[in-house]
Each structure stands twice: as structure tokens, then as C-alpha cells.
């Protein structure tokens, strides 16, 4: 008779990036650190910040530590709770189901009590007038009032895949009012350093754009003849 397997599977060790380098993010856009990893890393757009939540909720930078949820489940969260460290970002996966919220404010603020930087989620979170109140950056792909079972199968510390992205317990998670990026722990000091490069950038070209800058000549490349054809 085959046995009954474990209702979780849980990693409980894993490399976390020094906290001191995740910093060197703190302050960086989205886009910046997508544009750092060659236009990728960004989850699904339907993952945001949950509604009318305050500016300080809609900003973050952590440690994946990630969890994956049967469908209308959160099992797996339960488990990833028990091994969460300060700074680190749940990344809470649903198989994108929405049917039933993942978590609420209770739970939130337990997070919060661990010191977690963020939770974000491709399935729905309830209670959000409590998790403002929590004051835990909360990025969701939906809202629903239905609450969740705790049957498992869930996974705690493997990769998980959400919003179109495989994350790794580990990886770098940034987000802000655009959404969520992840960068994978192997990218990480590259992308720091394509970040800064990128920020002097946009500020040379911000300030071209308020003295008057309408069409940089070097983007005229892109009419010469042999690059454009056109009919007119």
C-alpha cells in the first residue's frame, strides 16, 4: 500500500543576500531594476498593491522567501509563517486562483510581528481595511471574502512560479505602485550595478526633457533610410 504523503514539503535553509546589498535597491523603480535585467523580471500586471492602501504600502525591497498554495488553500503560507525572517518577502503562490483569499489581516499582522518587508500573491487577499491597518505592504491579484482550507498539498523554501516568473527562495523582490520585479540572487550585484548607471541616465535625460528636449538625434537612427520605409 503506498504511503499517505506529507501535506507539506518545507526547505528550511537557503541562502539570503546579505541585507546591506538587498539595500542598495531601496529607492530603485520597478522599471529601473526591469530595465537592469534587460526589460524582464516583471510579475503579471494584475498583481498590485492592494486598493487605497497608504504610500508606505506601496513600496518594498526583501528576501523571496517563497510558498506555494493549492487552490483555495493556504497551507503552504501556514508553513513559510513558521520560517520567516526579518526582510523577507512571502511570495505566495495560487495557481492564480481567486475563488478564496489566501490571507488576511490576522495573519498579516503576524507577518508583520516576524518582520517581513512585504507578502505578494497571485491569488486574493480579504479583510483589507485590517491589513491597511497592519500597515504590511500587500500585493494581490484580487480581492475575495472567502476564506481558504489548510489540506495541503503545499511547498515552503522551492521555486515557485507566479505571475508568469519562477522565483527561487532567495531572489530579490522589488516592488512599487507598477507592480513587482524579481531578481534572481545570481543577478543580483550585476543589476545593483546596472541600476545605479541607469538612475544617472534618466536624470541627465529628465533634465534635456524640462529644458525642451522633444526628439533625441539619437533616436533618428531609427528613420534612416534602410531602417524605415516609408509609403507616403
Same mark, same amino acid.
Given at each position: 500500500?503506498?504511503?499517505?504523503?506529507?501535506?507539506?514539503?518545507?526547505? #528550511?535553509?537557503?541562502?539570503?543576500?546579505?541585507?546591506?546589498?538587498?539595500?542598495?535597491?531601496?529607492?530603485?523603480?520597478?522599471? %529601473?531594476?526591469?530595465?537592469?535585467?534587460?526589460?524582464?523580471?516583471?510579475?503579471?500586471?494584475?498583481?498590485?498593491?492592494?486598493?487605497?492602501?497608504?504610500?508606505?504600502?506601496?513600496?518594498?525591497?526583501?528576501? /523571496?522567501?517563497?510558498?506555494?498554495?493549492?487552490?483555495?488553500? %493556504?497551507?503552504?503560507?501556514?508553513?513559510?509563517?513558521?520560517? /520567516?525572517?526579518?526582510?523577507?518577502?512571502?511570495?505566495?503562490?495560487?495557481?492564480?486562483?481567486?475563488?478564496?483569499?489566501?490571507?488576511?489581516?490576522?495573519?498579516?499582522?503576524?507577518?508583520?510581528?516576524?518582520?517581513? /518587508? /512585504?507578502? *505578494?500573491?497571485?491569488?486574493?487577499? #480579504?479583510?483589507?481595511?485590517?491589513?491597511?491597518?497592519?500597515?504590511?505592504?500587500?500585493?494581490?491579484?484580487?480581492?475575495?471574502?472567502?476564506?481558504? %482550507?489548510?489540506?495541503?498539498?503545499?511547498?515552503?523554501?522551492?521555486?515557485?512560479?507566479?505571475?508568469?516568473?519562477?522565483?527561487?527562495?532567495?531572489?530579490?523582490? *522589488?516592488?512599487?505602485?507598477?507592480?513587482?520585479?524579481?531578481?534572481?540572487?545570481?543577478?543580483?550585484?550585476? *543589476?545593483?550595478?546596472?541600476?545605479?548607471?541607469?538612475? #544617472?541616465?534618466?536624470? &541627465?535625460?529628465?533634465?534635456?526633457?524640462?529644458?525642451?528636449?522633444?526628439?533625441? &538625434?539619437?533616436?533618428?537612427?531609427?528613420? &534612416?533610410?534602410?531602417?524605415?520605409?516609408?509609403?507616403?
Amino acid at each position: 500500500m503506498l504511503e499517505t504523503p506529507p501535506a507539506l514539503t518545507i526547505r #528550511r535553509t537557503f541562502r539570503r543576500p546579505p541585507r546591506d546589498t538587498i539595500a542598495a535597491l531601496e529607492g530603485a523603480m520597478t522599471g %529601473q531594476v526591469a530595465d537592469a535585467l534587460g526589460g524582464l523580471g516583471a510579475l503579471d500586471p494584475s498583481i498590485k498593491p492592494i486598493a487605497d492602501a497608504p504610500p508606505a504600502m506601496k513600496g518594498f525591497v526583501g528576501t /523571496a522567501l517563497t510558498c506555494m498554495n493549492s487552490p483555495a488553500d %493556504q497551507l503552504g503560507l501556514v508553513g513559510a509563517l513558521a520560517y /520567516a525572517e526579518p526582510g523577507d518577502v512571502l511570495v505566495v503562490g495560487t495557481e492564480g486562483y481567486l475563488g478564496t483569499a489566501v490571507i488576511g489581516d490576522l495573519m498579516a499582522g503576524m507577518l508583520l510581528n516576524c518582520g517581513a /518587508a /512585504a507578502l *505578494v500573491t497571485d491569488g486574493a487577499v #480579504r479583510d483589507t481595511p485590517g491589513i491597511i491597518g497592519v500597515g504590511l505592504p500587500v500585493y494581490c491579484a484580487g480581492v475575495s471574502p472567502n476564506s481558504p %482550507q489548510r489540506n495541503g498539498p503545499g511547498t515552503v523554501g522551492l521555486a515557485v512560479s507566479i505571475g508568469g516568473v519562477t522565483v527561487n527562495p532567495g531572489d530579490v523582490v *522589488v516592488g512599487d505602485v507598477d507592480g513587482v520585479v524579481v531578481v534572481p540572487r545570481d543577478a543580483l550585484d550585476d *543589476v545593483i550595478a546596472h541600476v545605479d548607471e541607469i538612475k #544617472r541616465m534618466e536624470t &541627465e535625460v529628465e533634465a534635456k526633457v524640462k529644458d525642451g528636449l522633444a526628439y533625441p &538625434e539619437s533616436w533618428r537612427a531609427y528613420l &534612416e533610410p534602410g531602417a524605415a520605409r516609408f509609403v507616403d
